[in-house]
C-alpha cells in the first residue's frame, strides 16, 4: 500500500511545501511508511469555501439521493476493507479483529443514516393550515421542517480510527443532515484517514455531488484545526478526544465574530454504584464484569468506568481484594499512541504517590508504549476533597472508594463532574432502590444502567451517547445513534410559500409519505 | 395599587438593603410611584441555590401535575389583569389595548404549553427491545426521552413587558420541560414584574411545588444579570434584547468552569426583497403594508422590517416617493424607554449624516422620548461597503435599496448577516422564482415569508422565531410556539431499567398513550 500523504481538498489534492510528518508504530515506537504533510492555510480555506460552494446543492438534496450518497460511502468503505484492516493495526496497536469489527460498525452507521434519510420523519415536519379569514388579524400558512446547518467540521479521534474519526458517526449524520463535512484526520493514524477519505471522495463523485461535499485535512495538531474553526466557512464542530484539545476548540468557537455550536465529547469516569445486596449476591460476577470492562479495548473507551463505588463493609473487602488479583492477571497492552501511554503514565503516577491513595494493584514492564492495569483505593473523604481524583485517567485502570452509608454517596454523587454514563449494580432486595440516588445520578449523565456495565454504546434510534459537561460540551445532543442527526440541523419555518418552492417534506399531500404534524395532529397521510 | 418593590425569592421576598430605583414614565419622563430594590448578591444566591433544591421534585412531576402548574400560572394572571393593564401603559407608553392583547397571549402561551405537556409526545419517546440472545453481544434494553436541562434564568426584555418577560414564551417553555426559572425583570417595567411575578409565585403555592420553581429578581442592569449566569446552579440561559446585553450574556457563561447554553435574541433586520412583477402590479397595496410594519408598534418588535430591496427603475422611484408620503403622514410615538429613544436617535443621526444615504422621510419634535419615523435611501455598493448601514436601528425606521439585477440582489443577500426573518414579495408572473434567491434567503434566516410582512408572529407548532446569528445566538432553536420546549431538555437514555425505576413516558405498555419509536415504528400503543 502507498500513500500520496495529502490533504484531500474536494477532489484535489492539497499541497506538499509543508511540514511532513510520519505515522507512529505504537507497539515499537518506529516510524511506519508513508510520508504525510500537513494541510497548508490555503489547503484549509480552500477546502472550507468548497464547502460553503457546495452547500446549497447538497442540503437540497432529496431523500434518496442522500440516502444513495451515504450507502455508496459504505461500499466505498467496504471495498477498502483489505486496506484498512491492513494499515490499522499498524497505526494504533489495536488487533485485526477490532478494525474488522470497527469497520463493520462504521458501514453499519453510515447505511443506519441512510434508511433514516430514506424514511424520511427525522424532519420532524409540521403544518399549520391558514386562517385567511380569522379575526383579528388573519393566519398565515406556516411549514416548519428541520434544514442542514452548514458546513460541519469533524475532528477525528485517535481511540475510534474508523467509528468515530474520518468516516464516523459526525460525519454520517452531518452528511444524513445535509452538511458537507471537512474532516480533520487525526496524527496518528493518517494512513488509515487516507484511505478512509479517498473512499468517501469516490463516493461524492460517484453521486454527481459537488466535491466541496468532502474534503479531510492532514496535520499534526491545532495548526489545522483552530484555522478551520475560525474559518467563517463552518457553521458547526464535532469532536472527540482529551478534555484540553475539546476545550481550545469550544473557547475558540465561541470568541469568533459568529460563534458557532461545538459538539466535544471530552472526559468522563463512568461512575459505577454497587448495592449491598447486589454485592454480596453476585461479587462473582461484579469481579469479573468490572475487570473485563475496565481492561476491553486497553482500557481506551470514553466509557471506561473509572470510579467504582462500594459499601462499606467486609463484603466490599473481599470484593476489593478478589478484584485486585483479576486486574493483576490482566495483561494490560499497547496505547494507541505515544501520547496516551504518557498521559496515563502520569495520572497513574499521581495516583500512586498520593498520600491518600492505595494502591492495590498494579504492574511493571512491558512494551514500548505499555499501558499496564492500576486499581487505587481512596477514601470519599479524599475523593470530595481532592477533584483531581475523580479526573480521567484514561487507560486499563479504575478507582474504588467505599461509602459508609447512602448520605455519603450522595455526597459523592453530588460532587462529580457530568459524565457520559452512570451505572447502578442493585438487586432485587435493594428495591426499591432510593430515588434521591436515582435522581442524583440521572441529573449528572446521559444514560443510567443499571445491572450491566457502561462500555458497549449500541448504535440505535435509542442511544444517547453525550452528557453534562465535561463529559460533552453540549449535554443537548448525542454523538451515536439516530438522534446524533438532530445536532447539524436548524428548525425552519416557511409563511405562505407557493407549493412550486416548498421542499417535499412540507407540501401539500405529503409526497414523502412521512410522519407530520398537521394542525396538531400527527399523521402520515 | 402599591408595590413591595422586593425581589421575590422562592415563596419569601429579597433584600431592601442595596441600592432602590423607581420606573420612570417614558411619556413624561418623571418617576412612577413604588421604589424598588436591586437584588443583593445573597438574593441572586439564594434564588439559583432553591431552583437547584427544587430541581429534583419539579423536574419529575407528571405531565398532569406540570399542565395543572401552567394552567395556575394563566389563571393567575387572568385574575391579574386589571393591575397589569392599569400598571403596563404608565412603565411602556403602550396602549392598554396592547396590555389587554399582550396578556391574551402571554396567558395563551402558559395554556399551549399546557396542551403539550398533557399531551406528553414531545419527549419524543423511543424504545429499543433486548435481544439478550444477540450475538456476538446481547442487546440491552434501551429507552430513550428528552428530560430537563435544569434551573434557566430568563432575562425579560422591555419590548414585550409580557409576552417575553417575567411570564413570557421563556418561562412558559422553561416551566413546560420541568425547569425551574429565576427571571430577572427588566428595569423599565419593574411594577409589572412584580404584579407578574406575584401571579406566578401564587401558582407555585396553590400547586404545592416547591419554592426554589420559581424566583424573580429586581435590578437596574448586568450588576444582577452576569452574577445569575455566573451561579453554578443555573445551567440554561433565555435572553430578548439588544446585541451588546446578549453578547456579554452569551460570553460570560461560554467562559463558566462549566459552560451553559444562551438563546439570546438580539438584532434582526428583517429585509423585504421586492420582485419586478408585484412591484408593478401591487405597488399600493405594498406601499400601505410596508408603512403599517415598520410603523407597527411604533417599530418596536424584533421583526420590524428595516431594510427593502427594490429592481432598479421607475417603478421603484415612484414607490419610494409614496412610501416617503405614507411614512411622513404616520405619526411615531412614545418610546418604550429612554435608553430606546436614545439609541434611536443615534442610530438614525448616524444615517442622516452618512454620505452616501439620503434621508427621504422624517419627522422632528414631539414628546419626551419620542420615536419619529425615519425612512433611509442607499445604494446597493453603500451597503455592501459599510455594514453599519446593514445594522438595527430599533424603531419605526427603515433603509431602502435599489438592485440593478438579480446578480446584484445575490451579492446582498449574501453579505448580510444572520436574520429572524427574510420576506420576498412576488407574483405569478415572478415565477419561477430564481431557486437561488430562495436559498440564499434562507440560509441566512430563521423564516422566509412570501408576500407578507415579518410583523406577526403566529403562537403555533410551526413557528420558528429565531435564525442565524446574530439574530439569535443559537439558531438551533426557537423562541416562539411549541418547539420552544426543545432548548431546555436534552436526550437521555434508560439502559436495562426496572419498570419501577422508569418515568411513565418509557414505562411498558406506554401509559400516557403518547407517540413513540418502538423499535424503529411509530405507534401509540
Redesign the interface.
Known amino acids: 500500500m502507498t500513500f500520496h500523504g495529502r490533504s484531500l481538498i474536494g477532489f484535489a489534492h492539497g499541497s506538499i511545501d509543508t511540514t511532513s510528518f510520519q505515522a507512529m508504530n505504537p507497539a515499537t515506537g518506529s516510524a511506519l511508511d508513508g510520508t504525510f504533510y500537513t494541510a497548508s492555510s490555503d489547503d484549509i480555506d480552500r477546502a472550507a469555501s468548497l464547502a460553503k460552494a457546495a452547500?446549497?446543492t447538497f442540503s437540497?438534496t432529496t431523500p434518496s439521493e442522500r440516502a444513495a450518497f451515504l450507502r455508496a460511502v459504505a461500499d466505498e468503505l467496504e471495498a477498502a476493507r483489505p486496506d484498512i484492516v491492513a494499515r490499522m493495526p499498524l497505526e494504533t496497536a489495536l488487533p485485526e479483529g477490532r478494525a474488522n469489527g470497527e469497520l463493520g460498525r462504521t458501514i453499519g452507521q453510515m447505511r443506519m443514516f441512510a434508511d433514516l434519510v430514506e424514511e424520511g420523519?427525522w424532519v420532524?415536519a409540521?403544518?399549520?393550515t391558514a386562517m385567511p379569514d380569522r379575526a383579528p388579524?388573519p393566519?398565515?400558512d406556516?411549514?416548519?421542517m428541520r434544514?442542514a446547518?452548514?458546513p460541519v467540521a469533524v475532528f477525528g479521534a485517535s481511540n475510534f480510527p474508523l467509528a468515530f474519526s474520518v468516516a464516523g458517526g459526525d460525519t454520517a449524520s452531518a452528511f444524513a443532515a445535509g452538511c458537507p463535512v471537512v474532516a480533520v484526520s487525526h496524527y496518528a493514524h493518517p494512513g488509515v484517514s487516507e484511505i478512509v477519505g479517498s473512499a468517501i471522495q469516490r463516493a461524492v463523485k460517484t453521486c454527481n455531488l459537488p466535491e466541496g461535499t468532502f474534503s479531510m485535512l492532514q496535520g499534526t495538531g491545532q495548526d489545522v484545526g483552530i484555522p478551520l474553526v475560525d474559518h467563517p466557512a463552518i457553521k458547526a464542530v464535532g469532536f472527540t478526544g482529551s478534555r484540553f484539545g475539546g476545550l481550545a476548540i469550544?473557547?475558540r468557537a465561541?470568541a469568533r465574530n459568529?460563534?458557532i455550536?461545538v459538539y466535544a465529547e471530552m472526559s468522563s469516569i463512568n461512575p459505577i454504584v454497587v448495592r449491598a445486596h447486589a454485592l454480596s449476591n453476585r461479587s462473582d460476577a461484579l469481579v469479573a464484569g468490572l475487570a473485563g470492562s475496565v481492561s476491553l479495548g486497553v482500557g481506551q473507551f470514553c466509557t471506561n468506568p473509572g470510579l467504582v463505588l462500594l459499601p462499606a463493609g467486609a463484603d466490599a473487602e473481599s470484593f476489593i481484594s478478589r478484584f485486585a488479583s483479576a486486574m493483576d492477571a490482566s495483561k494490560g497492552g499497547t496505547a494507541l499512541h505515544a501520547g496516551i501511554a504518557q498521559a496515563y503514565g502520569e495520572a497513574t503516577r499521581n495516583r500512586d504517590e498520593h498520600a491518600l491513595v492505595e494502591t492495590i494493584a498494579s504492574e511493571d514492564g512491558g512494551q514500548v508504549n505499555q499501558l499496564n492495569p492500576w486499581v487505587f483505593r481512596t477514601t470519599a473523604q479524599a475523593l470530595l476533597a481532592d477533584e483531581s481524583l475523580s479526573g480521567e485517567a484514561f487507560g486499563p485502570s479504575t478507582t474504588i472508594v467505599t461509602y459508609a452509608d447512602d448520605a455519603e454517596l450522595l455526597d459523592i454523587l453530588g460532587s462529580l463532574?457530568?459524565q457520559l454514563t452512570m451505572t447502578i449494580q442493585a438487586d432485587d432486595a435493594d428495591?426499591?432502590?432510593d430515588t434521591?440516588i436515582?435522581?442524583?445520578m440521572?441529573?449528572r449523565c446521559?444514560?443510567?444502567?443499571?445491572?450491566?456495565f457502561p462500555t458497549?454504546v449500541?448504535v440505535?434510534?435509542?442511544?444517547?451517547h453525550?452528557g453534562?459537561?465535561?463529559s460533552t460540551?453540549?449535554?443537548?445532543?448525542?454523538s451515536v445513534g439516530t438522534?446524533a442527526i438532530e445536532r447539524f440541523?436548524?428548525?425552519?419555518?416557511?409563511?405562505?410559500?407557493?407549493q412550486?418552492?416548498l421542499p417535499p417534506a412540507v407540501q401539500d399531500g405529503n409526497p414523502l409519505g412521512i410522519?407530520r404534524?398537521v394542525d396538531?395532529e400527527?399523521t402520515r397521510s
Open positions: 452547500f446549497a437540497t420523519s420532524d409540521r403544518l399549520e388579524v393566519k398565515p406556516l411549514r416548519y434544514i446547518l452548514g469550544a473557547q465561541a459568529e460563534p455550536p463532574e457530568g428495591h426499591p432502590m434521591a436515582v435522581r442524583a440521572q441529573a446521559g444514560r443510567l444502567i443499571v445491572n450491566g458497549g449500541e440505535c434510534s435509542a442511544m444517547v453525550g453534562p459537561f465535561p460540551t453540549d449535554a443537548r445532543s448525542t438522534a440541523s436548524r428548525p425552519f419555518c416557511f409563511q405562505d410559500l407557493p412550486s418552492l410522519w404534524l396538531g400527527r
